[in-house]
């Protein structure tokens, strides 16, 4: 239960440095600091800035800066992985992160899947269990265009204005290193995303179709354009319009590195449900898969 009134705030600011220069060596520098920041409602927000500096032709400083603030409640269940795991999961998840870490060599993981997947919530557990920066491309959007949602700005705009903007953002964060990134639902139909993305690690959560739209139905589809103009009720309309979705993207996202199938884990558990998978068991299932997808591309690089 929360009491009114008796909210605990916490800021924090993360600054990503990355200077590219002739050299072939490269470094990423992280600091954590605290920063004013004001909550307003009941949900957290995040503010971005991003900075590019090419003072000397051969290297370049990238300062991303973000500001995050939460409340300390229950309520918001992505702020902490004790809302969703045991201790076992969330200790074997940061062992299993430790091994992974030395094959990314700094580099990102790209999240991507249907919209409800989870790809902001897994996102948040990676990042945090790598020691690496989370970015919601939606959000850096959003910011980008002024602070307006993803729903507005399909209904001032376009889809393909938001899927422009999408892009631009994704080329600036396909310059960084040890971020995660949890991309919009449909940054896998431009050929030219994968092109940024494949400069990381990309990896699919690939969620049941009827546990999406049970999901989607739960919390309303408000802030889900595609969605938002349909009728009937909720989990039909976000079935039949998530049907249909997948039939456009199905093949695209099969481009990704490493594929987290839900149904199949849940299928290992003996129960089928791929709604009662934690997020902190499906971001070990995704450590996993990452895991063998290195070590299947090292044995095929020995071969030939």
């Not at 605990?8 to 920041?37: G, H, M, N, Y």
């Not at 030219?192 to 990309?202: D, E, L, P, S």
């Not at 490493?258 to 003996?270: E, F, I, N, P, W």
């Not at 791929?274 to 902190?280: G, Q």
């Amino acid at each position: 239960m929360e009491t009114a009134g008796a909210l605990s705030l916490q800021s924090r600011t993360w600054i990503i440095k990355e200077k590219a220069s002739s050299s072939p060596s490269t470094f990423v520098r992280f600091s954590q600091t605290s920063v004013a920041a004001k909550c307003s409602g009941n949900n957290a927000f995040e503010n971005l800035r991003l900075k590019r500096s090419s003072r000397f032709s051969k290297s370049k400083d990238v300062t991303v800066e973000i500001s995050s603030c939460y409340k300390n409640a229950a309520a918001s269940a992505v702020e902490s992985e004790s809302s969703y795991a045991s201790v076992d999961e969330s200790s074997i998840l940061k062992i299993k992160s430790q091994k992974v870490i030395p094959y990314l060599n700094g580099q990102c993981i790209y999240l991507v899947g249907m919209m409800g997947s989870g790809k902001t919530t897994v996102g948040k557990i990676l990042s945090e269990a790598l020691g690496y920066s989370f970015f919601d491309s939606d959000k850096l959007v959003e910011k980008a265009v002024g602070g307006t949602s993803v729903a507005q700005i399909f209904k001032d705009h376009s889809e393909s204005f938001f899927r422009d903007n999408e892009s631009k953002v994704l080329k600036e964060l396909s310059s960084l290193h040890r971020l995660v990134v949890a991309t919009g639902g449909g940054a896998v139909i431009r050929p030219v995303n994968w092109r940024y993305m494949k400069q990381g690690i990309t990896v699919w959560l690939d969620v049941p179709l009827d546990a999406l739209a049970k999901r989607i139905a739960a919390v309303g589809t408000d802030s889900r354009p595609l969605l938002h103009d349909d009728s009937g009720d909720p989990y039909t309309k976000a079935y039949m319009r998530l049907t249909a979705l997948f039939e456009e993207r199905g093949e695209a996202y099969t481009h990704a590195d490493v594929r987290v199938c839900l149904q199949s884990m849940a299928a290992r558990q003996g129960n089928g449900n791929a709604s009662a998978l934690t997020p902190t068991a499906i971001a070990l299932e995704a450590l996993n898969e990452i895991e063998d997808f290195f070590d299947e591309k090292e044995s095929g690089e020995r071969i030939a």
